[in-house]
């Protein structure tokens, strides 16, 4: 398995719509793709006082599932214009992590 990690940071004035926007518009639109081997997508968020952190965490079977996301440049950042307008900045390439041991947890 192969997590994709990824960060953007935006103000405290536009986290509410960038996080909106992450969860009513680009989170659907990845979905809606049906991306063979995509199993999951985590968004966080972090308020660092004059900034807000966002993180995301995508789950693939492996690298060619997220290449089928992303194409040959796999490791490119993922953010529509849309998102780019409300973002301060962010990370301008995701990395991967091969998932050593992930466990589901009882209850």
Known sequence: MICRQWRGWTSPTNAAAY???????????????????????DLMRRDLGDEVEFQTLM???D??????????NYSASHVPAVAQ???SR??????????????????
């Not at 680009?26 to 999951?40: M, S, T």
């Not at 690298?63 to 040959?72: I, K, P, S, T």
């Not at 962010?90 to 209850?107: N, S």
């Open 19 to 41: 996080e909106r926007l992450v969860r009513e518009q680009v989170i659907p639109d990845i979905e809606a793709r049906h991306i063979p081997g995509f199993r999951h997508i």
């Open 63 to 72: 690298l060619d599932c997220v290449r089928a996301f992303m194409g040959e």
């Open 85 to 87: 307008a409300v973002l």
């Open 90 to 107: 962010f990370d301008a390439h995701a990395v991967h992590f091969d998932v050593l041991d992930r466990r589901q947890q009882p209850g």
């Open 59 to 61: 789950w693939f079977d």
